[in-house]
């Protein structure tokens, strides 16, 4: 194959920094292996990706046009909304099918990069779930080969959402898993993909000059690294914790935080997320406020977070990271710095596993504070041996996706791998 033009469809533009990296991993193999292939997404936010990743992109529906997020807080008379429905929204939704399949026409390849994408836990079914089987369909009704690329799974709620997950997969010429639980759960919801193989997460292919240079200056204190984050409970809204969760997440997160800095270590507040962490930020901060907390100066470290070179940045200064943001952990291991995950989700448990640290995830509702102390100790008296270890599986990964971007970008054939590289995850 030598493919002209190449598009990408995701949830990007929406500033988490996990997802932003996904893309801008595989943009980055994608010219070095087609420099003049014209490129395009498909996206939640165009102006945002376009601007931060150089290339054209467009609304994935048009719900995510400008404007069309405004909504009004009065009440609608269920007359209207019915009329609403029937002369607005479903003309407006034969009229995305249009658009979806001109947008592809010419196109040789659709590629559904990484991210968690196969899952309803934030939609429902006609959310996510029945957008990716629309581009699924357009894609193959224009003859654009259609390529989900290390793809996670996972949770899926609804019914529909089984039936237009497995139809989107089944269009596909070529299907790899982030992990073995995302393949796992495919084939527990009646999808064969036995054939299927597993990838390591796309961002372990970020381009190695965009990694910053640690800070070698003498450091008084070892640097802690606190990824937050906006949990309600577990993944899906028929198990959404509200209120009660979140301060009790946040509650234990002040805890932990104050032990670090009366233990003499320098914390350094990380997020993963721009729309949604930074509010769990000052949260954090104002209770620590209240509750009296003095740090000596420069022990707690709070700086913006707009990019993913700034989460690379700061992450870099850190000596040790402890997340409840996917991607916070996963940067972590590319830098070398041993990490601890703070779980909500069985992938946090894959990634860890993988790269020997299996030990150092915890379910983030039974978080206890004296063994994340202890194990911080442990780190980083370990640190001599752990690193090495993380080096080889981390160049591993990234040898892996070198694989199979020639491999299927060059065919859109599978591409096999060895599944010794990502272990189940146990317990």
Same mark, same amino acid.
């Not at 010429?173 to 796992?184: F, I």
């Not at 949990?231 to 670090?260: A, M, N, Q, W």
């Given at each position: 194959m030598n493919p002209k033009k190449i598009a990408? @469809?995701?949830?990007?533009?929406? %500033?988490?920094?996990?997802?932003?990296?996904?893309? %801008?991993?595989?943009? #980055?193999?994608?010219r070095r292996q087609y420099p003049d292939a014209e490129l395009r997404c498909f996206c939640t936010d165009p102006e945002d990706t376009s601007r931060r990743h150089n290339?054209?992109?467009?609304?994935? *529906?048009?719900?995510?046009?400008?404007?069309s997020r405004v909504k009004s807080s009065?009440?609608?008379?269920?007359?209207?909304?019915?009329?609403?429905?029937?002369? !607005?929204?479903i003309p407006k939704e034969l009229a995305s099918w249009?658009?979806?399949?001109?947008?592809?026409?010419?196109?040789?390849?659709?590629?559904?990069?990484?991210?968690?994408? =196969?899952?309803?836990?934030? *939609?429902?079914?006609?959310?996510i779930p029945y957008r990716l089987f629309k581009w699924s369909l357009a894609a193959k009704a224009c003859r654009c080969k259609l390529l989900f690329m290390s793809v996670g799974a996972g949770p899926m709620y609804q019914p529909l959402t089984r039936r237009l997950i497995k139809a989107?997969? *089944?269009?596909? /010429?070529?299907?790899? @898993?982030?992990?073995?639980?995302?393949?796992?759960?495919? %084939?527990?919801?009646?999808?064969?993909?036995?054939?299927?193989?597993?990838?390591p997460d796309l961002a372990f292919s970020l381009p190695a000059d965009l990694f910053p240079t640690c800070d070698q200056r003498d450091k008084k204190r070892t640097v802690i690294g606190v990824g937050v984050k906006d949990?309600?409970?577990?993944?899906?809204? $028929?198990?959404?914790?509200?209120?009660?969760?979140? @301060?009790?997440?946040?509650?234990?997160?002040?805890?932990?935080?104050?032990?670090?800095?009366?233990?003499?270590?320098?914390?350094?507040?990380?997020?993963?997320? %721009?729309? #949604?962490d930074n509010k769990v930020k000052q949260?954090?901060? /104002? =209770?620590?406020?209240?509750?009296?907390?003095?740090?000596?100066?420069?022990?707690?470290?709070?700086? $913006?977070?707009? *990019?993913v070179a700034e989460v690379l940045s700061q992450i870099a200064a850190c000596d040790i990271v402890v997340s409840a943001r996917f991607h916070n952990v996963l940067l972590a291991l590319m830098l070398n710095k041993p990490a601890i995950s703070l779980s909500y989700h069985d992938k946090f448990a894959c990634l860890m596993a993988g790269v020997g640290l299996g030990s150092y995830c915890h379910d983030i509702d039974d978080?206890?504070?004296? &063994?994340?102390?202890?194990?911080? !100790?442990?780190?980083? &008296?370990?640190?001599?041996?752990i690193k090495p270890r993380i080096r080889q599986k981390v160049e591993e990964y990234r040898i892996a996706l070198d694989g199979q971007y020639a491999r299927v970008l060059q065919s859109g054939q599978p591409a096999v791998l060895d599944q010794v590289l990502l272990p189940v995850a146990k317990g």
């Open positions: 990408f @469809y995701g949830l990007f533009g929406q %500033q988490n920094w996990g997802n932003e990296c996904t893309l %801008q991993a595989i943009i #980055y193999h994608v290339i054209a992109a467009y609304p994935a *529906s048009y719900c995510f046009t400008r404007g009065k009440k609608v008379n269920p007359v209207i909304n019915l009329l609403q429905k029937t002369f !607005v929204r249009i658009e979806a399949y001109k947008s592809l026409q010419g196109f040789d390849m659709l590629i559904v990069p990484g991210t968690g994408l =196969l899952t309803d836990f934030s *939609s429902n079914s006609l959310g989107a997969l *089944s269009l596909a /010429d070529y299907r790899s @898993y982030r992990d073995s639980y995302s393949k796992q759960f495919v %084939q527990g919801i009646g999808f064969k993909a036995d054939g299927d193989p597993i990838y949990y309600c409970g577990v993944l899906g809204l $028929p198990e959404h914790g509200g209120d009660e969760k979140y @301060y009790r997440f946040i509650s234990k997160l002040d805890i932990f935080v104050t032990t670090l800095l009366e233990r003499g270590y320098e914390v350094r507040l990380l997020i993963g997320d %721009q729309l #949604y949260d954090l901060m /104002d =209770l620590l406020q209240r509750r009296g907390v003095k740090p000596q100066e420069g022990q707690i470290t709070n700086e $913006p977070i707009a *990019s978080l206890a504070v004296d &063994a994340l102390a202890g194990q911080i !100790v442990e780190l980083e &008296a370990n640190a001599a041996t």
